[in-house]
């Protein structure tokens, strides 16, 4: 008797975050047999690249479009598609409406706790949702439902890729040794560039930086790296340089998030997920969100270990208090837990026991909802 053929997986990310949180997932899969293919566009290609992963790369964020990606499907003929989620591309929208007209199952794995609407929504208003989703807590389940009205199957199955990187990089500031001229890091985040207009949160990262400076103690005597964020092009760059001509000891720095967050003693930026890694592994953390006009990341709020500072009024007593924690802590931190974050442990494993409970379903085919793209109210 001829035993099955393995089962095949295809693995679609556009922004490097989503191939991070998939990256997990993926060795597992390889490692039981499975038969993996890797689709990368945008920043993920470079990200799956450089871990030596084989990659057919899409130049394009929207995968060429949903016939596009009907042909490669067709071709394919995977049993599962697992796809990370980008509120700024059309790059998973597209794939989820192509497998749904071939009757392939999607799931989709959410890599942060913010912008969850956003990410199944074309420019214009129309929406694709996956099959599945793959979350990080329960709050993320109950808005997925409550909120946006996701009908799908949910599995809560945490952040396993930050909980490889917090595993990864506590086991490299072991025994860290106290720096002589204590280190801060500013990851920044393209917020000027993506969140305009209604979506703007009333601050972004040149003036979160620039309160900063100005906020300063006099005769700070700390260097500071300032790191920018992937999608932030040449201009942000140059715009950084020009500020940080006044911080002597201030430069730009494009290493690995993880190395920076190895030599850290403390780590500032506004609601990125660095900062979250920086909190459960003791790293004293402060996220600048100055004239807040809504929270972009619930979870920063949520965590204890940052100080999240939303008045101008209370920055300086806010930063003397960070600092005199960057100062005085031990060597290598004292990590936190995760408290009000409530993610489950060893999400690397649950995210693939997730995955074969929907392979064990894909004789049903995806869910009986029309192959459509839907229209916001008002629209022709």
Not at 96 to 112: M, N
Not at 236 to 248: C, D, H, N, P
Not at 352 to 368: D, F, H, N, T
Request: hydrophobic fraction near 45%; charged fraction near 20%.
């Amino acid at each position: 008797m001829t035993a099955d053929p393995p089962a095949r997986l295809l693995f679609a990310a556009h922004d490097a975050a989503e191939a991070r949180v998939l990256d997990p997932a993926v060795r597992r899969a390889r490692e039981r047999g499975y038969e993996v293919t890797l689709c990368a566009g945008g920043p993920s290609a470079q990200w799956w690249c450089a871990a030596g992963a084989a990659v057919e790369i899409i130049d394009a964020d929207d995968g060429g479009g949903v016939e596009a990606w009907i042909a490669r499907l067709r071709h394919l003929a995977p049993d599962l598609v697992v796809t990370g989620t980008s509120y700024h591309a059309d790059f998973s929208r597209c794939l989820w409406l192509a497998a749904r007209t071939v009757a392939v199952r999607t799931v989709a794995v959410l890599d942060a706790w913010i912008n969850l609407g956003e990410r199944w929504r074309f420019a214009d208003g129309r929406t694709s949702q996956p099959d599945a989703l793959c979350v990080i807590d329960e709050t993320i389940r109950q808005e997925a439902r409550e909120v946006h009205g996701f009908s799908g199957t949910v599995h809560v199955v945490g952040q396993p890729h930050l909980e490889a990187v917090v595993a990864r990089v506590a086991v490299r500031r072991a025994g860290r040794t106290p720096s002589s001229r204590p280190l801060l890091i500013f990851f920044s985040e393209p917020t000027a560039e993506f969140h305009t207009g209604p979506e703007y949160p009333g601050y972004d990262q040149f003036t979160s930086l620039d309160a900063f400076f100005a906020a300063l103690p006099p005769g700070v005597g700390m260097e500071l790296l300032v790191r920018p964020h992937p999608k932030e092009g040449p201009e942000v760059t140059e715009r950084y340089r020009k500020r940080l001509g006044a911080w002597i000891e201030g430069r730009l720095t494009n290493e690995d998030p993880e190395a920076l967050l190895a030599m850290a003693d403390g780590v500032i930026g506004m609601t990125t997920m660095v900062l979250i890694e920086a909190a459960l592994l003791g790293i004293p953390a402060l996220s600048l969100q100055l004239d807040r006009t809504r929270i972009v990341n619930p979870a920063v709020d949520r965590l204890p270990g940052i100080a999240t500072v939303t008045e101008a009024t209370r920055l300086p007593e806010c930063l003397r208090s960070f600092l005199a924690r960057v100062t005085s802590s031990a060597p290598a931190g004292e990590p936190i837990p995760a408290g009000g974050l409530a993610m489950p442990g060893n999400a690397g494993d649950r995210l693939m026991r997730a995955l074969k409970e929907e392979m064990a379903g894909v004789s049903r085919g995806p869910q009986c909802r029309p192959v459509m793209l839907v229209a916001p109210p008002g629209a022709c």
